[in-house]
């Protein structure tokens, strides 16, 4: 079984900095992609950014030039760098990994953290 745990959330001023990780663990031959989504009250789910294993990256235009994913392969974990931080980037942060293989097969499952919240205060 594949475990994700998520750390680095909590309460900032508008203008401040968080650090996100996630490791995954349990048995793991490779992940195709690693991200983070979030959810706020009363809203659905929305991709923030994702990192596949080449090392391409994809963001939301919300958090484009504020946040930095990146991740690191060996210990299969993957980090967010928030900068500059706004109130409506208030919400519950997932982890997400994506296209995980256990075994060198082409069977592979994807996998959910249990979230970190992020309160970003004005």
């Known amino acids: 079984q594949v475990q994700l745990v998520e750390s680095g959330g909590g309460l900032v001023q508008a203008g401040g900095s968080l650090r996100l990780s996630c490791a995954a663990s349990?048995?793991?031959?490779?992940?195709?992609?690693m991200g983070w989504y979030r959810q706020a009250p009363g809203n659905q789910r929305e991709l923030v950014a994702i990192?596949?294993?080449?090392?391409?990256?994809n963001y939301a235009d919300s958090v484009k030039g504020r946040f930095t994913i990146s991740r690191d392969n060996a210990k299969n974990t993957v980090y967010l760098q928030m900068n500059s931080l706004k109130p409506e980037d208030t919400a519950v942060y997932y982890c997400?990994?994506?296209?995980?293989?256990?075994?060198?097969?082409?069977?592979?499952?994807?996998?959910w953290g249990q979230g970190t919240q992020v309160t970003v205060s004005s």
């Open positions: 997400n990994a994506a296209g995980v293989r256990t075994t060198p097969s082409i069977r592979s499952n994807d996998y």
């Open positions: 349990g048995r793991i031959f490779s992940i195709n992609a």
């Open positions: 990192i596949i294993s080449g090392g391409n990256t």
